[in-house]
């Protein structure tokens, strides 16, 4: 007989952990107790020597499919302390807490049978969840994960669900979120003016959705907008959000529901189906369907989450716009009297309960690329989980970019990306970052000694960085915007050394002042050269010609020497690119791509971010192998386009050809930069970051084409490619730059 001590770090908690092992205990004929940490878990059993080891070999290989375990800690003693039984011990706080939180996990098959079955107590509830299910994050207050640091303090057991709490055979044993009707939130459906309507809620909800009515309900991270996808109801929808062309996020019944709009792989139903259940981003089987809903190639689809969802579909229906209810993007609404308040003329009707969220978490956003997730929004359903990075032991807040702002804290070998945040130039949003900050800080007891931010000194991310470090005297890092991209695709990826990054963005501002965005860059998390660019663009009007891109299609078929008799307002451009007076120059590849989709006519004004390249990449043919001619001059290698402008502007192609030989021309163009630096350097891993790797035409081709010249091609696969992934390479070189120091 012998005592073993064991100390378990990781995803331990809130995952049905405790349960687990009180039942492999017992299999065992081991005795002794569980309780959490703030660092994980910590047990004490007695028992046999060799049953001992088979449980320590055991736990891993057996357990929750939510639980990571990072490791185990075992320490063998004689001295026995005749435990009798197996024992769950209440929480109890540490000092230092190292505890990871579960993200929110969408309902289990097992929550899902009962709540249809007619004899279970649960039968239609749209709370019902398990350990192996339900909201996590989102309702968190604060570690350790207990009911009482929960939303759901405001709700205390009925005898029945207590019981079953305190069962270790019952699947709701610890869960912290069990509840039923007898005791736990209800739903509730209020009218326009925010009144309450007599009867069943959900029915009520669904009924006004059926007649082409728009619902706001209340989601695991904030408020949807929910309404039939029919194009007079989606204009009216398009029309109330204020909201032009952007696409919307649609909810199916099912993947195979999902299946007959899009191109659904075995790798896009496996992530479409998962229990985080972002929105992917799938291929529509034809172009120009759907498009009231997304005018471009692909349209976003998740699958209900939520029990609520669940019910809210029903047996009839079987597709729903589901949009996050944001005004002209600020935060998404996540508080009942927000959403009353500032609905009010835009939601027909209200489906609330009252359960608190108490952080909002927008759904993720990804496509699927090489079988994984390849995100454009990583949030629900992934935060708060860590990147784990070797080489960082202290505390260091990475700030992010502005635009799709993003923030990391870092923890030992743990570097916790934060959710969603949203453009920073809002007030509201703001707020949210700087609340999110002190709430990542909070919950994972993070003081930071360290801040970083970007270079580009207006950035409000930059602004908040240096008021902090002032404030609270922490040293303040400032890291070049593209490098900080290469650096954190290569912590995606746990690459050390030097690489090759090309990192094709819309903007970023360069060393020398001047705005880049179409690099190639060689070097590590010291450092970096910058060894090729694209030919700098006069951006005619400043920031005006991100939206008015027929300002940027002027200047390349200018500089080009090709005809702009063609463009709007050609004269009075002419007239400010002459005097210079307000033309930056941008080496931005997205200007580029609004450039050429405005000369062929696709995009003349964007209405956001990127909307010329989507819209070019949707209009692109899949089977043209063709590119046009460019050339290389000067040191760092620069792209010259206006050779590629000049055949463009005048070939005879149709639309989809031209628009495939411009992406062509630019990987041509990526693979022989490349070349080049590898020649010049030796280096043959190149890394892909930057918002432009967005474009799946792109995506996959260029890596292929690396591949076959030889090179290592690396992408990004656990934080977003855009700007949003910015604050984890920040981290990286921030803690490189102290080690130098
Ligand atoms: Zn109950
Ligand atoms: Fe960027």
């Not at 929110?104 to 899902?112: E, G, K, P, Y």
């Not at 326009?192 to 009520?204: M, N, P, R, T």
């Not at 047996?315 to 508080?335: F, G, R, V, W």
């Not at 030992?412 to 453009?423: A, E, R």
């Amino acid at each position: 007989m012998e005592r073993v001590r064991l100390k378990i770090h990781g995803i331990v908690q809130g995952v049905g952990f405790r349960p687990f092992v009180h039942r492999l205990v017992k299999s065992s004929s081991l005795c002794g107790y569980i309780e959490n940490t703030s660092s994980g878990v910590e047990m004490e059993l007695e028992g046999e020597r060799v049953r001992l080891e088979r449980f320590i070999a055991e736990l891993p290989e057996k357990a929750p499919k939510l639980a990571v375990i990072e490791s185990v800690e075992s320490v063998f003693s004689d001295e026995l302390k005749g435990f009798d039984g197996f024992e769950i011990r209440t929480s109890k706080t540490e000092e230092t807490r190292n505890t990871l939180i579960s993200p929110d996990i969408c309902i289990c098959d097992d929550c899902l049978r009962e709540m249809r079955d007619i004899n279970d107590k649960r039968y239609r509830y749209p709370f019902i969840n398990c350990t192996n299910c339900g909201p996590r994050f989102t309702i968190i207050n604060d570690v350790p994960y207990d009911r009482a640091k929960t939303s759901m303090s405001a709700f205390p057991m009925c005898p029945d669900c207590d019981r079953e709490y305190h069962d270790i055979e019952n699947r709701r044993y610890h869960a912290q979120p069990d509840c039923c009707a007898e005791c736990g939130p209800h739903v509730f459906y209020l009218d326009a003016d925010g009144k309450a309507v007599k009867g069943d809620a959900i029915e009520l909800a669904r009924n006004e959705i059926k007649s082409g009515r728009i619902v706001c309900i209340k989601g695991l991270g904030g408020m949807h907008l929910a309404c039939k996808c029919d194009g007079e109801l989606i204009k009216e929808l398009r029309r109330r959000k204020q909201r032009d062309e952007k696409p919307f996020a649609v909810m199916c019944r099912n993947a195979e529901t999902a299946e007959k709009l899009c191109f659904v792989s075995a790798d896009e139903k496996k992530v479409l189906e998962g229990f985080r259940r972002p929105i992917v981003l799938l291929k529509k089987r034809e172009r120009n369907a759907l498009s009231e809903i997304s005018e471009n190639g692909f349209v976003g689809v998740m699958l209900p989450y939520t029990p609520l969802h669940y019910l809210l579909f029903g047996d009839d229906i079987n597709m729903l716009i589901m949009t996050s209810a944001n005004l002209s993007d600020t935060p998404i609404m996540y508080k009942n009297a927000e959403a009353l308040e500032k609905l009010h003329g835009i939601a027909d009707g209200f489906l609330l309960h009252n359960r608190d969220i108490q952080t909002r978490c927008d759904d993720s956003l990804c496509w699927v690329l090489d079988k994984k997730e390849y995100f454009a929004r990583r949030s629900r359903g992934y935060v708060p989980f860590p990147v784990s990075v070797d080489g960082i032991s202290r505390g260091i807040l990475a700030c992010g970019a502005e635009q799709k702002a993003s923030f990391c804290l870092s923890k030992g070998s743990y570097v916790f990306p934060s959710q969603h945040i949203g453009d920073l130039k809002n007030m509201e949003t703001l707020e949210n970052y700087s609340n999110q900050i002190s709430h990542f800080q909070r919950l994972f007891d993070i003081k930071p000694e360290v801040i970083v931010c970007d270079m580009h000194p207006d950035y409000m991310s930059t602004e908040y960085a240096s008021e902090r470090s002032e404030l609270e005297n922490i040293p303040l890092v400032t890291v070049q915007h593209h490098h900080a991209h290469m650096a954190s695709c290569m912590a995606d990826n746990a690459l050390d050394g030097e690489v090759i990054g090309l990192i094709w963005d819309g903007t970023g501002c360069g060393t020398d002042g001047t705005a880049w965005g179409g690099e190639c860059l060689v070097g590590g998390y010291e450092g970096f050269e910058r060894m090729g660019s694209i030919r700098p663009i006069p951006l005619i009007g400043g920031d005006r010609a991100v939206k008015e891109s027929f300002r940027v299609a002027f200047a390349l078929l200018k500089d080009s020497g090709c005809d702009v008799s063609g463009i709007e307002n050609a004269e009075m451009l002419e007239k400010m690119l002459q005097s210079g007076l307000n033309c930056p120059l941008s080496s931005g590849m997205g200007r580029l791509f609004d450039g050429v989709a405005a000369i062929l006519g696709i995009k003349t004004h964007c209405s956001y971010e990127g909307q010329g390249a989507v819209l070019l990449e949707a209009a692109a043919s899949e089977n043209v192998e063709e590119a046009f001619s460019y050339r290389f001059y000067g040191c760092p290698l620069c792209f010259d386009w206006r050779e590629m402008i000049k055949e463009l502007s005048e070939s005879k192609a149709a639309l989809s050809a031209k628009a495939a030989m411009f992406m062509n021309t630019l990987i041509d163009m990526a693979v022989s930069q490349c070349e080049y630096v590898r020649e010049k350097t030796g280096l043959d891993r190149v890394v892909l970051s930057g918002g432009s790797f967005q474009n799946m035409y792109i995506m996959r081709r260029l890596p292929e084409r690396l591949r076959q010249s030889g090179f290592k091609v690396y992408h990004h696969r656990r934080v977003s490619t855009n700007d949003e992934g910015l604050s984890l390479g920040q981290l990286m070189i921030a803690n490189s730059t102290r080690h130098a120091r």
